[in-house]
């Protein structure tokens, strides 16, 4: 055998006899693993000591007849300094001869623990991850882009990310992507789709062209990241800017009605001291209590708009709870209605007492004519509103729930706007949730609903346990 072929050759290669010894050896031996020629006379030599063992036995069964056998070793350099991970096959080619070449794997060790290592972080992580081919068919999704989707993660494979489509963007935005990633750039922009359902979900996507070591492109790379809660906060914010602009302009217009409507409260007094018919005189007292309601109009308007004034002091927020009830209990609507009150003590705030507790007595008030419309449909349905306090995270929650109407969901975004009311008309001005919302807001804190029409509503008050002014 011309031994000197398998200098051509990249792997280890060793012509041995059946005890182990060396009788020949490529190049590749001897370049790479730095040992002399003349002192490389055992393969126990380069092998790790907890090899060998496995390498005796190996060559036992080749040379009793196992014309092919194959194991994984480990091989050192002649310095010790390095170690290879190998796998080594074993040729008996004729009687006390064994050919066996070693392949170094330790890179392919290392690229199949990197891939193990990257697979459980895309399986694990909360962002949507993707890859598609050159032609833009999924060869992978993670859960995350699954859940985020609605699609099982099987029947994503193959399918183009048009399954997604929304329609929302021209064909010009597409082509820009496409164009941008060809040319082995980096994509980033903003994407509205659609889930399996047909709900809409937003999210910001980065796609990256994926190459292989020599720089060729082998498919992209693309990630998701869930723009639900920025999309949420802008719309707070937008909200927030917008009852800041209207409390301005109604300080203006509250100031302009004011002036007038004192004047006609004035004269209407004096008219009906002047007077002894009756007809006159019941009309004047009917134009003296809408004088009285658009006065209380005003007045909701200037406090939401103007700064407070009130001191700042510590509030025990269970007491003023407390107090806002009893004030709400002894009124002629509530005397039908139960009310439950559960809070935890020692919970105290610094914030404006009275503020607070008119925040609590407008949102007790609209429990009580919710449950008042719920009976006039349900005679015999029996009113409850229950209130509690506890803690959740750096903050102190106040929910205030009843059993009345509820609230569809479409209007659940206008309830804090000025003058907006979903009671009849007459029966309410629209200021009192405005007004608490506005209040709630000075305090650094929050106010959410959740209501469903015939399951009544609740209200979730958040305030700051320390808030910093």
Known sequence: ???????????????????????????????????????????????????????????????????????????????????YECLALFNCIQKDRVLLQIKDITQQRKDRLNLTRFKYIADHTMNAL?????????????????????????????????VFGSGKHSEKHWENMWKTISSGLTWIGEVENRRKNGETFYSQLQITPMTD???????????HRDLADKRNLE??????QKMESIGTLAAGVAHEVGNPLASISALAQIIQRSTEDEFIKEKLELIKKQITRISKIIRDLVDFSRPSNYELKSTDIG????????????????????????????????????????????ILINSVDAILEMKEKYADHRGEISAETFVEGSYLIVELSDNGVGIPQDKHAKIFEPFYTTKAVGKGTGLGLWVSYGIVKSFQGDIQIDSKPGRGTTFKISLPLNPIY
């Open 319 to 362: 007491l003023a709870l407390k107090e806002a009830i009893e004030i709400v209990m002894v009124g002629k609507k509530a005397k039908d209605i139960a009310f439950k009150y559960n809070h935890m003590d020692g919970y105290v705030i610094p914030l404006v007492s009275d503020q607070i507790q008119q925040v609590f007595v407008n």
């Open 1 to 83: 055998m011309d031994f000197s072929l398998f200098d051509l050759l990249d792997d280890f290669y060793f012509l041995l006899d059946k005890e182990g010894g060396i009788i020949e050896a490529n190049e590749r031996v001897y370049d790479r693993l730095g040992y002399d020629r003349e002192h490389l006379k055992e393969i126990d030599a380069i092998l790790s000591p907890e090899s060998i063992l496995q390498m005796e036995h190996s060559l036992i069964r080749c040379n009793t007849g196992q014309m092919r056998t194959e194991i994984e070793c480990r091989v050192k350099n002649a310095s010790g300094s390095a170690t």
């Open 130 to 162: 993707q890859i598609t081919d050159l032609t833009g068919k999924m060869i992978y999704v993670n859960p995350a882009f699954a859940a985020e989707s609605g699609f099982d993660q099987e029947e994503l494979i193959g399918l183009n990310p048009k």
């Open 213 to 223: 070591s020599e720089g060729n492109p082998i498919g992209y790379f693309g990630i």
């Open 235 to 240: 719309k707070q914010l937008i909200h927030t």
